[in-house]
């Protein structure tokens, strides 16, 4: 469903992402783990069609996503990191408007409209103006927009940031729903987040893909590697001032996220949120 291949950008010369290359199959639901500037936002952003690449390509369901954009761009439906939603307009309004621009028959938009409302749970707020809602309201009201034309494949960038940990359970809920009948590749930088939603998971950090495995292996292996490490350290003490040596192995890709989530170095398995 998405093919990414070589794909670079560099913002002023600055490499945002680099020489990218990974793929999607259909029904996956792959997350998108990394922490803050690692590139997420810029490779989701490049494959909605809002910005171009600086160099290399990918596809959406077949279509190259820049010389077939808009029929690349009818198979996706985007939410962006900051939903950009009309605060004075009511949710109803306002998701019947996006589906006249997003092309949707206009028989059609009162049935869809209906639908998108009833499968993100954002009917009992039908009626509210958007900027009354709640970052969770808003945030559901974000993902039926991106339901509106009955995309194959959803791009989610960070659809929990600054949500309380209720409503986080709630979108996940949903989302997790929705990956029953659409490919997804969804941001995050919380561990947790991708174990319990995505199949498969892809690593960035600094802009490079560090690993692409699913949620088990890759906690199988950091568990392994972080008993491994806390042998290894205790070893390292024995060994000094003795002369003996006892070499460690390291994977950069576990000691990656080990860095940047942090959690497993307490050997507790799970992280704050
Ligand atoms: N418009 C821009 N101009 C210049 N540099 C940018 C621009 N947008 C992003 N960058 C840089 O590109 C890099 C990747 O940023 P990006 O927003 O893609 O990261 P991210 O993984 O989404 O981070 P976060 O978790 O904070 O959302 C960062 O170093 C960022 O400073
Ligand atoms: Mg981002």
Redesign the pocket.
Known sequence: MIKVENLT?R??G?A??RDLNFEVGKGEVMGFL????????????ILAGFMPATSGRASIAGFDIFEQSLQARTRLGYMP?NVPLYSDMRVTEYLEYRAALKGVPHRRIAERVGDVKELCGVKDVERKIIGALSKGYRQRVGLADALLHEPDLLIL??PTIGLDPNQIRQVRELIKNLGRQHTILL?T?ILPEVEMTCSRVII?HK?RIEACDTPENLLGQIRKSSRKSRLCAMSRRMSMGSGMSFPCASNPALTCVRKFFGWQQHGTGRCAN
């Open positions: 950008k913002y002023a600055q945002a992402i990394g922490p803050n500037g690692a590139g997420k936002t810029t490779t989701m952003r990191e960038d960070e941001s930088h960035i802009g």
